[in-house]
C-alpha cells in the first residue's frame, strides 16, 4: 500500500519538476528577445533571438537523448568526460586558441557561437566523484580520495586562471556539496575548504580589480554614490517597473544604460517590464523547481551515488539562480554569473539542461542492475 501510495506523489514532483523547466525556458526565450530585439535607434533585432531558438533545440535534443539512456553508460563515461573538458579548460587558456574577451579568455569561436568549457565543469566534476565513489575495488579507497581532492582543487584553478573566479568558487562549491552528500570523510571536506581560501586570496593579490571590486560593494552599503555603475543601473532597472512593470519589450534601462541586459542582469530587466509580480513568479518557479527537485532526489536517498550526483546537481543549478539574483539586487557583490534558462548563452544552457536530464534520469525507479 505504502508503494502505491507513493506513485502519485512521485509522479507530480516530476511533472512539477518539467513543468518549472519549461516555463522558466518560455520566460527566458522572452526575455532575451525583448532585451536584445530592439536598439537605441527602435530598429527590430532578431539575431539574438534566432540563436538562442538554436541554443534551445541543440540543449533540448540532448535533454530528451540524456534521460533516456541507461544511466550506467553515464558513470562509465564520467572518466573521459572529466579529462576532456580538463584538456578544453587548458586550451582556452592558450593566446590564438581561445578567445580574449575584456581582459577574460574564456571561449572557445566556433564561427557564429562560441563554446564555454568551464560551464561544462559543472557536470564533469561531480560525474567523476561519483564514479570514484562507485569504485570500490581492492586498494582503491585511497586512491579514490586522494584523486577527488585532486580534482576538487584543480578544476576550480584551471577555471580562476581564465581568469573566471565566480564559476571557480561555483564549481568548487558543487565538488564540495558532493562530497557531503556522498559520505566522504569529513577532513577532506574541511582541507578542501581550508586550501581554497589562500587560492582565492592569492587569486585577488594577483588581479587587484576583483580585490577592488570587493571593497567597491562594501564601500558603497549604505552609500548609494559609491555604488558600481552596473549596480545602480540594476537597482534603477527594478525599481523603475513597480508592482506590474512597463510591459514586455517596453523597458527602457536595456537599452542604453543597463549593461549585459541579456545575460548576466536579465533578472534586472524582469523587474523592469514585469514588475514585481513577474519577479515574484519568476522566483516561485525555481522554488517549484527546487521542491520537486528535492522530492525526486529523495526518491533514492539509499542509492548513495545517486543521491550525491543528482543532489549535487540540483544544488549547483538553483544556486547559480540565487546568486544571480542576489547579485541583480546588490545582495551580493558584482560578479558575471548568468541566470540559467533565463540569461542568453548557450553552453550555459546546453549545460543547465545536461544536469536536469540527468537529474531525472537518476532519479528513475531504481535498476535492478547496479551502476556498473
Known sequence: MSTVGTQPEQSLAREGFLIAIVALLGLGTMMVFSSTGATRTLELRTGFLQKHLIFLTVAGSVFLVLTQIPTRWVMRSAPGCFLAVTALLGLVLIPGIGSEVNGARRWFRLGPVSL????????????????????????????????AFCALLFAPILIALQPDLGTSVLVFTMGACFLFLAGYPIWLFALGC??????????????????????????????????????????????????????????????????????????????????????????????????????????????????????????????QAVINACVVTSLLPPKGISHPLLSYGGSNLLATMIAFALILNLTREPKKTPLQ
Open 116 to 147: 564555454q568549457p568551464s560551464e561544462l565543469m559543472k557536470i564533469a566534476l561531480p560525474l567523476l566523484l561519483a564514479w570514484l565513489l562507485r569504485e570500490t575495488r581492492p586498494g582503491w579507497k585511497k586512491l579514490r580520495t586522494t584523486l
Open 194 to 319: 581550508a586550501s581554497i581560501v589562500p587560492v582565492l586570496g592569492g587569486m585577488m593579490m594577483f588581479r587587484p580589480y576583483q580585490l577592488q571590486r570587493l571593497a567597491s560593494y562594501f564601500d558603497a552599503l549604505g552609500h548609494w554614490e559609491n555604488a558600481q555603475y552596473q549596480v545602480k543601473q540594476s537597482l534603477l532597472s527594478i525599481g523603475s517597473g513597480g508592482l506590474w512593470g512597463t510591459g514586455p519589450g517596453r523597458g527602457l534601462q536595456k537599452l542604453s544604460f543597463l549593461p549585459e541586459s541579456h545575460t548576466d542582469f536579465v533578472f534586472a530587466v524582469i523587474g523592469e517590464e514585469l514588475g514585481l509580480v513577474g519577479t515574484l513568479a519568476t522566483i516561485g518557479l525555481w522554488i517549484l523547481l527546487f521542491i520537486c527537485g528535492v522530492r525526486l532526489v529523495s526518491r533514492v536517498i539509499e542509492d548513495r551515488e545517486r543521491f550525491a550526483l543528482a543532489g549535487t546537481l540540483l544544488a549547483g543549478i538553483v544556486l
